[in-house]
């Protein structure tokens, strides 16, 4: 078995849910039982790639379609994708991409685990629910005060050569032709603690309220008001993609990475909701040249 790591970044809100909520809001999004981070399922994107796969070797790379389920099993699987940044308005530079040392350390599990060399820089320590580390130089979201508020909540803001090395490699990979966009990261890249990074999570999705209209009265059908949570454009959450050689269909881990690399050329729809614009998002495999930069 042969095994990448993955960015995806959201285009515009994505919504991954789990159905009806017993809550306030009708549709949230799906979250880790243990930690409550959201993620988005990797069956769902398979699904996404599979249907966007339009050349001859679909079942060969995905598997056969249900009616032939049993023939043989697809070469290519993916883990659940994790948030990795997670974007928070600020007074200061319009949003920031917020990230904690847990998220930041599986990332870097996440690397070992498929003997990549990716990010070798040390992830901060940092355990104070009060501050946060930003990069040292070019820094857009800290105030006069030395403070960087996200949403209402005040931090006092401490620079980081680290953070500046995280943000400046993770920025080559997201965005690898696009200057402007990398700068940005590092401008608006900011670490806090894991309990601050939690609340975050819990209270920083965005929730909308939809309606259904009655087409002859265009007025709101009854019952037809709900709630629907996703997470905000720009979020980056990270995964691994694993090809193994299957005997039977002829699929080799190299055919299938190049497969999965051209049909991510272009931005993809994942997750529900997609006729009103949600899920439009952009996938990057790292390669092992890549992480050694």
Known sequence: MDAKLFLLHALSPLHAGTGRGVGVIDLPIAREK???????????????????????????????????????????????????????????????????????RRLRRDAKAVSHTLLSIDVPYHAEDGSCLVANENCKIIDSTSQVILEDLPLDAE??????????????YLFPDDQYWQNALVSRFCIVSDDTMGFLLETGTEVVARIALDEKKKTVKDGALWYE????????????????????????????????KDITKQPLQ??????????FCQMRILDVEETKK
């Open 159 to 172: 620079r980081s050569q680290d953070v500046t090395d995280w943000a400046n490699r993770l920025g080559k």
């Open 34 to 104: 243990a930690t409550g981070i959201p993620y988005l399922p990797g069956s769902s994107l398979k699904g996404v790639l599979r249907d966007a796969c339009e050349t001859k070797d679909r079942e060969k790379i995905f598997g056969p379609d249900t009616n032939n389920a049993d023939d043989y099993a697809g070469a290519v699987n993916f883990t659940d994708l994790r948030v990795l940044l997670f974007p928070v308005r600020s007074l200061r530079g319009t949003f920031a991409w917020v990230t904690s040392p847990l998220l930041l």
């Open 229 to 260: 949570e996703s997470l905000p454009a720009e979020s980056i959450l990270s995964g691994i993609v694993a090809a193994v050689e299957v005997t039977k269909s002829g699929a080799k881990p190299k055919e299938v990475f190049q497969t999965v």
């Open 270 to 279: 994942v997750g529900g909701s997609a006729t009103v614009g949600r899920g």
